[in-house]
């Protein structure tokens, strides 16, 4: 099996977003808006205090056993543990919870919780051990000093970064999984999610565009597919303009 130590490729696309950022006043000038935006919300945000119950019931179209049956078929070496990210940890209830039920079926593992801000909630696991570390920072400029079996964002940054930054930033996370590991990340097309739109002079649908995408990983050593959210199951805390449109599922192959 490949080392899990880190691959040069996540540093390049970091690289990447960063001289788009720095050669594009605009650019930068938006994202540092949406970054402002996003730190006023993490205190409040509701998918940020989701419980493993409600991923579960985000996820199902994906995994329809269940995430943790998902989490369970994932190769590692013996006596390694499991690396996980949650990019967009919130207040941590969904982290903590997984920890638990990867404790309860013997699976050693590491979660990191990566945030803009650091909430009290989210403080206080660190400190109970029942999140193991905590990254404070834009996931756009993060490079994981270890590659991941699991990394989940369904309420960060491949989802509320710009559309300029999308591509680089999946690119960016996929290659920083471990050979069969799995990237979980809501995902939207910002104001480009009309169904039909022109590139090039040529009428694309939306179903279309998410096809290339999904092609386009394959040819670099992922499987990807989407998945609609329509169907989803909503809570009492979700609000519905913040359940994303589609779920990206993105697993390493070589």
């Known amino acids: 099996m490949k080392s899990e130590k880190m691959n040069k490729a ?7 977003i960063k001289e788009k950022v720095r050669e ?19 205190p409040i945000w509701s998918l940020g205090k989701l419980r493993y119950s409600d991923y579960n019931d985000i996820l199902r179209p994906a995994f ?29 209830i969904f982290s903590a919870e997984l920890k638990e039920k990867l404790n309860e079926a013997g699976i050693p593992n590491e979660i990191t919780a990566l945030s803009l801000t650091l909430t009290p909630q989210l403080k206080e696991k660190h400190k109970t051990g029942k999140i193991d570390r905590i990254v404070l920072g834009p996931a756009e400029f993060y490079v994981l000093k270890q590659e ?8 960060s940054s ?3 970064t710009l559309y300029e930054l999308k591509k680089n930033l999946l690119l960016k996370f996929a290659n920083s999984l471990t050979k069969g590991g799995i990237f979980i990340s809501a995902f939207s097309l ?4 009309i169904e039909t739109r022109k590139i090039n002079g040529k009428e694309i649908t939306l179903n279309e ?16 597919k989407f998945y609609p959210t329509k169907e989803f199951k909503m809570t009492k805390e979700t609000k519905p303009e913040e359940v994303p449109p589609f779920i990206l599922v993105i697993k390493r192959i070589r």
Do not use: C, W
């Open 148 to 155: 991941a079996g699991v990394i989940i964002s369904i309420s």
């Open 10 to 16: 996540p540093r390049r696309y970091v690289k990447k």
């Open 64 to 92: 329809s056993t269940g995430l943790l049956d998902a989490i369970k078929k994932i190769p590692r070496r013996k006596n390694r543990r499991l690396r996980i990210i949650e990019d967009g940890a919130g207040s941590g």
């Open 209 to 224: 565009r998410l096809k290339g995408i999904e092609r386009t990983m394959k040819k670099r050593g992922f499987e990807a």
């Open 24 to 42: 594009n006043s605009r650019l930068r000038r938006r994202l540092l808006e949406q970054l402002n935006k996003s730190r006023k919300l993490d």
């Open 190 to 193: 910002g104001r480009q999610i």
């Open 158 to 160: 491949p989802q509320y």
